[in-house]
């Protein structure tokens, strides 16, 4: 682990290569897995501000339940989430040509009908943020629907930290960003390939 401010990170960002290769996954991690994405409070009222407009990308059965049952849930875990279908399909997904999965949110966003991107762990993904008393752990969610774009990293050179610069700047700052960049080529000119945990 490395620990960045009061996080604790793991080595993954540093050692593994990534970068989503759609094309392959077709966005697999929107439709897969048995919970919603996780949410903050604050991000269930941004969401359902912006609703009005998502709604007209949205899957007619999304939006029925939405309208039924809100737009977050508890899961079992007692983690507040997005609200999915059929068990797995998170309700704001929707589809481009080709069948590729994007997220009706950050479809709105983009195209500028919302100001609001979507939720933090969405835009972090792999990356699972853990909150605790003490410290804030930052975990790589190993997942077989991600090897397309483990491969694709390392074609690219690019690194799981490198990929994710942006969203994690959003999440903890441009200052923590620059300690852990500082930290990961340390240890990568230390290990390089050969990391000890290999």
Request: net charge negative; proline share 5%.
């Amino acid at each position: 682990m490395l620990q960045i401010q009061d996080t604790l990170v793991t080595l993954d960002l540093a050692e593994q290569f990534f970068c989503c290769d759609l094309s392959k996954c077709l966005g697999a991690c929107c439709i897969e897995g048995d919970a919603g994405a996780p949410v903050t409070e604050d991000e269930v009222k941004e969401i359902e501000r912006v609703l009005p407009e998502v709604e007209a990308d949205m899957m007619p059965r999304a939006i029925e339940e939405v309208r039924a049952n809100g737009v977050a849930y508890t899961d079992v875990e007692g983690d507040l989430v997005t609200t999915i279908l059929d068990g797995r399909n998170c309700a704001f997904t929707c589809y481009a040509p080709g069948g590729v999965c994007l997220c009706a949110l950050e479809k709105a966003y983009r195209e500028g009908r919302t100001d609001w991107k979507k939720p933090a762990s969405c835009s972090l993904y792999p990356l699972r943020i853990k909150e605790f008393p003490t410290c804030t752990a930052v975990n790589y969610h190993r997942w077989k629907i991600c090897r397309d774009a483990e491969a694709l990293g390392r074609k690219k050179g690019i690194r799981l930290y490198q990929f994710l610069r942006e969203p994690l700047i959003a999440r903890f700052g441009a200052d923590w960003y620059a300690e852990l960049q500082q930290a990961c080529e340390l240890y990568l000119q230390e290990y390089g390939d050969n990391s000890p945990r290999r």
